[in-house]
């Protein structure tokens, strides 16, 4: 009687569950990073007009947090991410909504009841393309921040309703900390290989920041901007949570770079005000970001462009030598490397390339530390390098007090065009390249020692390359390459 009594029970727990809940007796099945909604993303009809933009299925990347918004209301904040202010106390947060409403900041302490509210200014952003989808991208500065503490936030407002809470640490004060920052270029929706390990990264506070150099989403003016959309809501989970700063690439060309000046915020002070080019410092580094596009598409920026910038990255290493007792190393990001060994024809295999004949003199002669570029789908460092000719510190210490910058590409983070090829052999100049998919990590340690380091996405994020960079000395004149006797290429 007891058994029939049991099996009774649990046959009708049973049917209960089937019928009456069938969804939880469905496994759950997250997509892969890789997983792409190829119809999705090369359908020449996206949507419907009458359709919400929002409603569009999405790309299948692992996200820490799911689209909340109301299907209908077109105010809920979305693309949210955080760049550095010009003062150390303060963040800058910049979302996007596609109608208006005037949007807000909220932040705090973990679990103190005291909450900030700082209102978003807006500008209004048009697409280029048939649709000329209109964008209200707000930006809020949170400041008074208490120095290498961590903070939540939320943005919106009680018309569209507000974003998750996000959290993201304070940046420390003046020169000695020692930040961790990822480095990659070429990130694309299709085949975003790093996005899962950076989002692991950024959530886990293992990185302080993302510097981005160039080339988004593949493009982001794509299908009247959506492609765009994808990749902002993409890096969502990495970019809410730490400082994301970028730099353009030749991807972002479309309708004069406007959805890359329009969609990130960089530090307006020391730069031309749109994130093309522009300086900050951090940590014991001060880093220059420089537009390497302004050489191949003047018929798009026009030719003074190339004059502007160039005036005021005189300037701006001057100022940074100046500085180099507080600030001692000097970082340079372009997109566009001066030395590669890629099996290809861009700029930098030629003897004589745009980007070397631009600025491989003045790096020197300011005593630039490191030059950081992408473009090449893969990575590679040199041996520290000046005028085609190997400087090393010393035959068993290359890196240690070096004679010359060295040159690091790392465009591997992974888009549709998969791999760029290497030429057969490798060049004596080249310390270490490798096609597979990955970034970089900066340890950028104290005033004389970093630590660089090689994530390699393709073997379960095993640590392939690293070297330390080690300079007892830095600055103008320090570097003695143009007067040592070498084997040229």
């Known amino acids: 009687m007891k058994k029939s009594l049991v099996l009774a029970i649990l046959i009708s727990c049973v049917f209960e569950m089937v019928w009456l809940y069938p969804d939880r007796t469905k496994p759950k099945v997250t997509p892969s990073p890789t997983a792409i909604d190829l119809e999705f993303l090369f359908s020449e009809v996206m949507a419907p007009e009458s359709q919400p933009e929002h409603k569009l299925k999405r790309n299948g990347y692992v ?22 202010g010009v003062a150390e106390t303060e963040m800058v947060v910049t979302w996007t909504t596609f109608q208006e409403t005037p949007g807000a900041a909220e932040y705090s302490l973990p679990m103190s009841p005291q909450k900030m509210t700082v209102p978003s200014t807006v500008t209004i952003f048009i697409d280029g ?3 000329h989808r ?49 480095i990659y270029g070429d990130l694309g929706n299709v085949n975003g290989r790093s996005i899962g390990r950076l989002q692991t990264e950024a959530e886990m506070r293992s ?4 510097f981005h150099v160039g080339d988004f989403a593949y493009n982001m003016e794509d299908q009247n901007a959506r492609i765009g959309d994808m990749f902002m809501d993409q890096i969502e989970s990495v970019a809410a949570y730490v400082p994301y700063m970028t730099a353009v690439g030749n991807h972002e060309r479309g309708y004069n770079f406007s959805n890359y000046r329009n969609r990130f915020s960089m530090p307006k002070k020391g730069g031309d005000g749109e994130g ?121 210490h290359p890196y240690t007090d070096p004679s010359a910058p060295v040159h690091i590409i790392t465009g591997s983070a992974g888009m549709y065009a998969e791999h760029s090829d290497f030429t057969k052999d490798k060049p004596f100049w080249s310390a270490y390249r ?11 340690s104290n005033s004389t020692h970093i630590f ?20 007892s000395k830095h600055g103008k004149g320090t570097y003695d390459c143009h007067l040592r006797q070498g084997k040229r290429w």
Request: glycine fraction near 8%; hydrophobic fraction near 35%; include cysteine.
């Open 276 to 396: 093309l080019w522009y300086s900050f410092d951090y940590g014991p580094a001060h880093i220059i970001t420089i537009n390497t596009e302004v050489y191949f598409f003047q018929d798009i920026t026009g030719p003074g462009l190339i004059g502007r910038q160039k005036k005021w990255l005189k300037e701006d290493l001057k100022k940074a030598n100046e500085n180099r007792a507080e600030r001692p190393w000097l970082i340079v990001l372009g997109h566009k490397p001066m030395y590669c060994s890629n099996a290809d024809a861009d700029d930098c295999t030629y003897y004589e390339g745009f980007i070397r004949y631009a600025f491989e003199d003045l790096f020197y002669d300011s005593g630039v530390d490191i030059y950081i570029g992408a473009h090449e789908h893969s990575y590679e460092r040199s041996w520290p390098l000046y005028n085609r000719k190997i400087c090393n510190g010393s035959y068993d």
């Open 207 to 210: 990185i302080d920041a993302v």
């Open 434 to 444: 490798a096609r597979n998919y990955g970034y970089n990590k900066f340890h950028i």
């Open 452 to 471: 660089v380091e090689w994530v390699d996405d393709e073997l379960n994020g095993k640590i392939t390359d690293s070297f330390w960079i080690i300079k």
């Open 63 to 84: 996200m820490s947090k799911e689209f909340t918004g109301s299907e209908t209301d077109e105010r809920y904040p979305r693309h949210v991410h955080l760049s550095l």
């Open 134 to 182: 209109k964008y209200y991208i707000h930006r809020a500065h949170m400041t008074h921040l208490k120095l290498s503490q961590v903070y939540e936030y939320r943005v919106g407002d009680e018309n569209g309703g507000w974003s998750p809470l996000f959290s993201f640490r304070a940046t420390p004060s003046g020169p000695n900390w020692s930040p961790v920052v990822a």
């Open 129 to 131: 393309g048939d649709e």
